[in-house]
C-alpha cells in the first residue's frame, strides 16, 4: 500500500434518513475523505428479519413511520461513531470495521444499530476505493485474485414472503462442479423452472 493510501484518513461523517423501495425509512451515510473524496451508501431493509440477525435500530414508540424512523441510528452515525473515527485510517478497513463493532459493544448491534455500522463501513470503503481511482470490488480485493464466486439463488420464498404458510424464508440453489458462472447460473435457472413446474402440477398457485 502506497504512502497516500496510508495517509488517508476519515474527516467526516455525515447520515441522513430516506426511504427503500417500500416506502420504509432507511439509512444513507455519506463519508468524507482527507483528500476531499466523498462516497454515500444506503443500508438494505430487508421485508423481514430472523431472531438471529444484527439488528436494525429504529427509533421506535413515538417516532415517525409508526417508530420505524431512524433518526437516532442517523444520530449516532454523526455522533458517537464520527467522534471516534475522525482521523482514522480509511485505508484500514479491517481494522475499522473491528473498531465499530468494539464501539458498539453488544453481540447484536443493538446499541450503536447494525444500520449505522454497515452504512459508515460502506461508505468509508467506497471513499477509499474513489480516492485510489478503482472499482469498489478491486480495491477490497486488494492483493488476492477476485474470482467470481459461486451464485446462491432463491427458487421459493416463505416467511413473511408467504404469509408464514412455510417456516423457512428462502431455499437456495447453490450450483456446486461447474467450470464457469455462467454454467453454473445456466443450471441454476433450469432447477428454478423445473420446481415451478413440479408446483404447478401438484396444483400449488404461485405469486411470481
Known sequence: MNLISMNLTIEQLTALQILDS?????????AVLSD??????????????GTHEALELRDGAGGGYAGRSVTKAAAHVE???????????????????RRLIRLDGTRD?????????????TAVARAAALSRGLPLWKYLSGSRNAVLPVPMINILSGGLHAGRQIEFQDFLIVPHGFESFAGALEASVRV???MEQA???DGHVLTG
Not at 417500500?22 to 455519506?30: C, D, H, I, K, Q
Not at 476531499?36 to 428479519?49: I, L
Not at 455522533?79 to 470495521?97: K, M, P, T, V
Open 22 to 30: 417500500r416506502g420504509n425509512p432507511t439509512l444513507e451515510v455519506t
Open 36 to 49: 476531499g473524496s466523498a462516497a454515500s451508501a444506503s443500508v438494505p431493509s430487508g421485508a423481514s428479519t
Open 79 to 97: 455522533g458517537e461513531i464520527a467522534e471516534a473515527l475522525r482521523g482514522f485510517s480509511a485505508a484500514a478497513q479491517e481494522e475499522l470495521d
Open 109 to 121: 448491534k443493538s446499541r450503536l444499530g447494525a444500520n449505522a455500522i454497515l452504512g459508515v463501513s
Open 192 to 194: 428454478h423452472r423445473a
Open 199 to 201: 408446483l404447478r402440477n
